[in-house]
């Protein structure tokens, strides 16, 4: 079983930054998925950037592509997203998610068997 622990959430304005960080716990396999998930206000969960730590492989959705940054730390078990130029509009509550294999359908959130509790972001105007 995997736990995984998000840090690094706040409130910022727009223009600002911010790095989530997600750490694992657990017996993770060499090969798996991570992926960072946002819930909207509006109930909408979107998936933001996923990272393939066996293959070092990146996704993005098109919407942060260019400012937001997903990356590995393997001595730490953490998975960082860094979140540049952030937007009023990305508001919500950022989780960290995980699954055995590769990131085939990263976006699908039914895909995942393994959350984080969440960590919130506030972009204000």
């Known amino acids: 079983r995997v736990q995984l622990v998000e840090s690094g959430g706040g409130s910022v304005q727009a223009g600002g930054s911010l790095r989530l960080s997600c750490a694992a716990y657990?017996?993770?396999?060499?090969?798996?998925?991570v992926v960072w998930f946002r819930h909207t206000p509006w109930n909408e969960r979107e998936g933001v950037a996923a990272i393939d730590i066996g293959g070092h492989d990146t996704y993005y959705t098109d919407s942060v592509r260019g400012r937001f940054t997903i990356s590995q730390d393997n001595a730490k078990n953490t998975v960082y997203l860094q979140m540049n130029d952030l937007k009023s509009e990305e508001s919500a509550m950022y989780y960290c998610?995980?699954?055995?294999?590769?990131?085939?359908?990263?976006?699908?959130?039914?895909?995942?068997?393994?959350w984080g509790q969440g960590t919130q972001v506030t972009v204000s105007s």
């Open positions: 998610a995980a699954r055995d294999g590769g990131c085939f359908q990263w976006d699908r959130s039914e895909r995942f068997p393994y």
């Open positions: 657990g017996d993770a396999s060499s090969s798996h998925c």
